[in-house]
């Protein structure tokens, strides 16, 4: 397998996001734009798999204790994060949670927050999207600002 497809894979996966797939294609030798434009894209689609994975198998999963008891304390911990940016700024609260390229501020936790807070699918993905393409340039900027200094890191010299 490509490179290219474990960057797609990790900016999928939660934690790492963009900010381990674009790194990794970037650092993998793969071009800006198209580094970019693959990770935001399989980025988003973090979104609608979580929308439909809280509307359906959620439902089934949250008899279950654990699941309940973990499912519990991440949904205090998102409104603890983000009922103060959604009640005040609502699309653009979510768009800007999801923006920010730091641990546990991403696709899933911004879709998460959507849902918990009943904003309409269509409009949490508009949101999401947005946020995801910024937190993308981001991303992409200090990559590519900072690929010198750290290539050194990465590329052994002969």
């Known amino acids: 397998m490509s490179n290219y497809i474990y960057a797609l894979i990790l900016s999928l996966l939660p934690i790492a996001e963009l900010r381990g797939g674009i790194p990794f294609a970037l650092l993998s030798g793969y071009p800006v734009w198209s580094s970019y434009v693959g990770c935001v894209i399989a980025n988003f689609f973090v979104g609608p798999i979580v929308f439909v994975f809280l509307n359906t ?3 089934i999963l949250y008899h279950i204790t ?5 499912f519990d304390w991440f949904e205090r911990r998102v409104r ?3 009922t103060h940016l959604i009640e005040k700024y609502g ?3 979510i768009t800007i949670f999801v923006a920010i390229p730091l641990p546990v501020t991403g696709a899933y936790t911004g879709t998460f ?7 309409e699918f269509k409009r949490a993905m508009l949101a999401v999207l947005v946020g995801v393409i910024i937190s993308g340039i981001i991303v992409t900027t200090v990559m590519v600002m900072g690929i010198e200094w750290l ?6 010299r002969v």
Not at 66 to 70: A, E, P
Not at 151 to 156: A, G, Q
């Open 57 to 59: 198998v959620h439902q």
């Open 66 to 70: 654990i699941y309940k008891k973990l």
């Open 80 to 82: 603890k994060k983000t």
């Open 91 to 93: 699309f653009w609260g």
């Open 113 to 119: 927050a959507a849902w918990l807070f009943n904003v």
């Open 151 to 156: 290539m050194p890191l990465f590329v052994k």
